[in-house]
């Protein structure tokens, strides 16, 4: 998902515009929506650096909501074909098995008694 830079000025625009519309000032507005007056300042003025999760409070607190549209549900954007979810995106092939690492180079793991020494 992208979100352009013209997005968000036009968002902070419709943000500060229901704002007024509401009579709310931006202390008033931080109050209700759990945000900071700087933090309502900054929206309406640079957007591109404001915190998401406190956007989120800011747009609910004023009794709105953000539809993002076009995303796959968490889980399916996780999993290929084959239903097993990959970490971090790596594949099956690239992921190495320590054990097998240790065998092909003849090391094994050796268990340490209380004192830090080999059994």
């Known amino acids: 998902m992208e979100i352009k830079a013209s997005f968000l000025n036009e968002l902070a625009k419709a943000l ?3 704002r007024k519309r509401q009579k709310l000032s931006r202390e008033g507005a931080a109050s209700v929506c759990g945000v900071s007056a ?9 957007p591109e650096n ?20 076009g995303l796959l549900p968490a889980e399916a954007s996780k999993k290929d074909g084959s239903g097993r979810q990959h970490d971090f995106g790596v594949s099956d092939d ?3 098995n320590p054990k097998d690492i240790r065998q092909l180079h003849g090391l094994d793991v050796v268990p340490l008694n209380d004192q830090g020494d080999p059994s």
């Open 50 to 69: 404001c915190s998401l999760g406190k956007l989120v409070r800011l747009i609910s607190g004023l009794g709105l909501g953000l539809n993002v549209t």
């Open 94 to 96: 690239q992921i190495v």
């Open 38 to 46: 700087s933090f309502i300042r900054d929206v309406e003025f640079n």
């Open 16 to 18: 500060k515009a229901e």
